[in-house]
């Protein structure tokens, strides 16, 4: 594929493995954190750790828009279907991510309830219009890069007066969760941070621009590379990480310079802003109570918002007891020191944030736990 | 089934008409829509004796036998339909223990209100397949339940086929050393069911692969009849759950390479836009095959050189591995768990 092959070049990783192999420094660790899911995807679909010499070490973030909801506002979704009847529109992963008793949106639809996966937001208000007896609620979820879309739908509803379209908005901001994964709350006893640096957003960073995590790194002391989601990117990110590191520098370098700017995208952020404002405070699954860390629709657009439309009540369920999910996302535990780790928690019944996508740091460790006591060295 | 002395009033409205509770009951309308609709494009020999089964010769040997429901949406797709799917993935089934189908039974259940006009479309085409692979369909059953009980039309159908003397296939034989084999590029049917989905449509030419194997399967049998340990066609779960599958049921691990995995550039294109990875999509006209490494080039041969294998290729070996992974090393140089399908394969958001 034209365009995409050039980013997986198995010749230029082979240089760039090179060249990484020679400037890491063998009597230290260096522990990035890749914050999104997609770079996860990429170290994992492209077998990049493999290619990273043995200190270089992958943690595995937050950064995977359907796991960091938190079981509460499933159950407010599943409530909508079964309680008022919605048609309840969603993206794909979300149907699987559990609420509480084990139920989930699949389970939900399985049971007669009017859940439908969705391409766009366009599909959603296509929906509507089809269904003009029915209230379609679009269940939003992601970071900045989903949120976007979801403005654009909201403003097409009200030009064209669709009164039976709203959204249940859970929208969440990366920078927040970056300062939540660093200085973890109040609440929270003081531990030890075992990150390096982080491989920043792309495709939100694309929206948000590189100036949001200027303040992270100089109040943390963390270096953020932003890195594309091709596995040269990430690579190539990684190379600029560790001479950070070597060199004791502390910054925001970009990556990515193909898409994302300093600014990012006005145009995008200016429309998020006529529509949406932060919420004081907004849970997430393995952080908890993350203060200023999602949006929510402002009063003038009320009418679109399902929170007014119909009684959605603040559901705290905590997560699962016994879930070592924060400290996994910190770094400072490996799943296999969760109790819950394989026992009730699995990929196919997952318990906490890190199991839930494929990405998980736990599910991808379910893999790769396997994968080391079996004969990897003897890969072909 | 045809009686001379027998007429209906009125002809099956083939253009305008829907199935109705009557063509399920047992009664006139039943028996009309078998003579005119299902035998009609049916017709062989065993049919027309209008049993409730059908009476054939038994030959010496091994017999086989297997099942497939067929309940896919849309009903039409690019490449095929229900109906040819339904003869295809039934005959394939058979055909991965090395044996020879020979006739074909049929099931449907019809939901009140269907089109007639699709139903004969479906049952010209499922003729069509049935007639190009030299399988008949010698018995069938047919059941209508009502409006919003049903998808439009589900099809089960039943093979019998008989294996070769000598041949001994099944899918616990991969040995470490194994080459492993699959028969041309993966992931079409998926993406090809995909593009044609309602809320999804984009266009593109990728046509599903749906095909009878069995011809292949009795070509490569016949080159190497001891050479060859597993058959299995990669349908639902794609070639990656496919090759778990087997390393499961052998005790033994795999490991591919990428870069020799078939793979047409509309579908990677189709699958990079989804955010699914080709692995995992369905395939209803490709065969994977493990024989011994020495027998792995001649077979290739003889695969590659008929019409629906010419695109086969060696995509790796089995290994011991007593934990039963399957590895891959990428195109890109890594190498990676290729792991079994968790749930759904739903698109990825981000």
Excluded at chain 1, 355 to 368: D, H, K, L, P, R
Excluded at chain 2, 329 to 339: A, E, H, P, Q
Aim: net charge negative; aromatic share 6%.
């Amino acid at each position: 594929m034209k365009y995409i092959d050039e980013f997986r070049s198995k010749e230029l990783a082979h240089t760039l493995a090179d060249a990484i192999a020679r400037e890491v420094d063998t009597d230290r660790e260096y522990r990035l954190m890749e914050f999104c899911g997609g770079h996860t995807h990429a170290i994992f679909r492209y077998g990049v750790q493999k290619l990273m010499p043995p200190n270089v070490k992958f943690i595995h973030g937050p950064g995977c828009p359907v796991c960091v909801l938190p079981i509460g506002r499933i159950d407010n979704a599943i409530e909508l279907v079964q309680q008022h009847e919605v048609i309840l529109c969603t993206y794909g992963d979300m149907m699987r991510v559990p609420g509480s008793g084990r139920n989930s949106l699949l389970k939900i639809k399985a049971g007669g309830g009017d859940v439908r996966m969705v391409w766009s937001t366009q599909d959603v208000l296509q929906i509507a219009r089809d269904n003009p007896h029915r209230q379609v609620v679009f269940f939003a979820i992601g970071f900045e890069t989903t949120t976007p879309p979801t403005v654009v739908a909201i403003e097409q509803a009200a030009a064209e007066g669709l009164k039976n379209f709203s959204v249940f908005c859970n929208h969440v901001l990366t920078p927040a969760a970056i300062r939540a994964i660093l200085a973890p709350g109040q609440s929270d006893e003081p531990e030890p941070m075992a990150i390096d640096g982080f491989l920043g957003p792309s495709h939100v960073s694309a929206i948000i621009g590189t100036r949001p995590y200027e303040p992270l790194v100089e109040a943390y002391g963390k270096p953020v590379v932003i890195a594309g989601f091709e596995p040269l990117d990430v690579m190539q990110a990684t190379r600029m990480l560790i001479r950070q590191l070597n060199e004791n520098r502390v910054e925001v370098e970009n990556e990515y310079t193909r898409v994302v700017t300093r600014e990012g995208n006005r145009k995008a952020q200016a429309l998020v802003d006529k529509v949406l404002e932060l919420r004081p405070t907004f849970e997430w699954r393995g952080l908890g109570m993350v203060s200023r860390s999602a949006l929510r629709i402002r009063p003038a657009w009320s009418e679109f918002d399902a929170e007014q439309r119909f009684p959605v009540p603040e559901i705290t369920a905590s997560d699962m007891r016994g879930c070592e999910c924060p400290r996994i996302l910190r770094g400072v535990k490996k799943p296999t020191d969760c109790k819950l780790f394989g026992a009730v928690c699995t990929p196919e019944n997952p318990m906490g944030s890190c199991m839930v996508s494929s990405e998980g740091a736990c599910a991808a460790y379910w893999s790769y736990g396997r994968f080391r006591s079996g004969s990897e060295e003897s890969a072909a | 089934m045809s009686n001379p002395g027998f007429r209906y009033s009125q002809r099956l409205d083939l253009r305008s008409g829907t199935v109705d509770m009557t063509h399920g009951s047992g009664g006139r309308a039943m028996a009309q829509l078998v003579e005119e609709l299902f035998v009609r494009h049916f017709d062989n020999e065993l049919l027309r004796q209008g049993n409730d089964q059908a009476s054939f010769p038994v030959e010496q040997g091994r017999m086989v036998m297997s099942t497939d429901g067929h309940v896919i949406s849309p009903l039409f797709f690019p490449g095929g339909d229900i109906g040819s799917l339904a003869v295809h993935g039934t005959l394939n089934d058979v055909a991965m223990s090395g044996a020879m189908p020979l006739y074909l039974s049929a099931g449907f259940i019809l939901e009140e209100g269907f089109p007639l006009a699709d139903l004969d479309r479906i049952v010209a085409s499922m003729a069509e397949a049935s007639r190009k692979a030299g399988v008949p369909v010698v018995t069938g059953d047919t059941k209508v339940v009502e409006r919003g009980k049903g998808d439009g039309v589900f099809i089960t159908t039943t093979g019998v086929g008989t294996v070769p003397m000598g041949v001994n296939i099944s899918g616990d034989r991969a040995q470490p050393g194994d080459a492993i084999l699959v028969s041309g590029s993966i992931g079409n049917h998926g993406v090809a069911i995909m593009s044609s989905r309602e809320n999804l449509e984009f266009e593109t030419t990728i046509e599903s692969d749906s095909a009878a194997l069995h011809q292949l399967v009795a070509e490569m049998v016949a080159a190497a009849p001891d050479a060859i340990h597993c058959l299995r066609d990669p349908t639902r779960g794609g070639l990656a759950t496919t090759l778990n599958e087997l390393a499961r049921q052998s005790s033994v691990g795999m490991h591919l390479r990428e870069s020799a995995i078939p793979m047409d550039e509309q579908v990677m294109a189709a699958c990079e836009l989804l955010g699914l990875d080709p692995l995992y999509v369905a395939n209803e006209g490709k065969l994977i095959c493990i024989c011994t490494a020495e027998s792995a080039d001649a077979l290739l041969e003889v695969m590659c050189s008929h019409p629906l294998g010419v695109q086969s290729a060696i995509i790796g070996e089995v290994v011991t591995d007593d934990q039963g992974l399957v590895q891959m090393k990428t195109r890109f140089g890594g190498s990676r768990v290729v792991d079994w399908l968790a749930g759904e394969p739903l698109p990825r958001i981000c």
